[in-house]
């Protein structure tokens, strides 16, 4: 088990939602952003989804849906949080950085992922698989803490972004299209800037 991989079974088997900094109750940017990319009916990968009510909103509106996440435990807090229908969501425990290939999907999206590769060789890794699971015509939707944003999280560094940074960073196969901003709320009631940059590939 990696360092990673521990840190964060650490943290979904000792927190509640209501101690972790990016719990959202209802991923209100994230479905909007997805459903003017992409029609109901299609592949959607939520890299990192952890405990996220995302996946369930996505299947409600009759995406097929995988999360990905590297803690066991917080994919099975969504599990049960969804309840009955999670059998119709995939679910996969992995490193996105270690991952040989995930199929194909029409929309990649990650709320806080990236932001926490503060390693170039992870980012090229994480870049790589991107490249291979999303066909030409497909989209990314990445938010990342904004450059106002907290310099650390979870009692790790992370490193901030604008849309265009990011565009740097992933590379000229990624049409940035459009870069949206969110104030978001901790439980406990504390700002923090995120950054949400949509790409077409």
Excluded: N
């Amino acid at each position: 088990m990696s360092d990673r991989h521990q840190h964060w079974e650490s943290v979904y088997a000792s927190k509640g939602e209501a101690e972790l900094s990016w719990t959202q109750a209802a991923p209100a940017l994230s479905l909007q952003l997805i459903e003017e990319v992409c029609p109901p009916g299609e592949r959607v990968i939520d890299i990192g989804g952890g405990a996220s009510p995302l996946a369930a909103r996505l299947l409600a509106r009759g995406y097929s849906v995988t999360v990905l996440d590297i803690s066991e435990a917080a994919l099975q807090r969504a599990r049960q949080q969804i309840g009955p229908r999670a059998e119709h969501v995939h679910w996969s425990t992995a490193d996105v950085t270690k991952c040989p290939d995930l199929g194909l999907f029409e929309v990649w999206h990650d709320r806080a992922v990236f932001h926490f590769l503060t390693s170039a060789a992870d980012r090229a890794a994480y870049v790589d698989l991107l490249s291979r699971t999303v066909p030409a015509g497909g989209h990314a939707i990445i938010a990342t803490f904004a450059l106002d944003g907290p310099e650390k999280c979870s009692g790790l560094p992370v490193r901030r972004y604008d849309g265009k940074m990011l565009a740097a960073e992933l590379g000229p196969g990624f049409k940035l299209l459009k870069t949206v901003p969110e104030r978001h709320r901790t439980p406990w009631g504390a700002p923090q800037s995120f950054q949400y940059s949509v790409f077409e590939l």
